[in-house]
């Protein structure tokens, strides 16, 4: 089973950027996804955006479409997200995904 860790989280102001990466120690076979996904207290885990390891198809929830892009590094076997023009309401915990596997978590506060 692939282990994720994800890094890159932190305090921005809205309208600022980060870059969340989420680092797989294993195997990522090429059929596989991997998703980014955010939950905040109260609230189901929802899914932010995913990507096809191999053919690099992506997927964008609704909200994140023109502000967050998510890309593969396989040469550190990692995937990033790049979050843009970030909202109070993109303030969460996000999480990488594949399959059964889940990271940690890295939170992303918004605040001025």
């Known amino acids: 089973q692939v282990q994720l860790v994800e890094s890159g989280g932190g305090l921005v102001q809205p309208g600022g950027s980060l870059t969340l990466s989420c680092a797989a120690s294993g195997r990522i076979f090429d059929n596989y996804r991997i998703g980014w996904f955010r939950q905040v207290p109260g609230k189901e885990r929802e899914l932010v955006a995913s990507?096809?390891?191999?053919?690099?198809?992506?997927y964008y929830a609704a909200s994140m479409k023109g502000r967050f892009s998510i890309s593969k590094d396989t040469a550190k076997n990692a995937v990033n997200q790049q979050m843009n023009n970030l909202k109070y309401e993109d303030a969460a915990n996000y999480y990488c995904k594949q399959e059964a596997s889940w990271g940690q978590g890295a939170q992303v506060t918004v605040s001025r």
């Open positions: 990507i096809n390891w191999s053919g690099g198809n992506t």
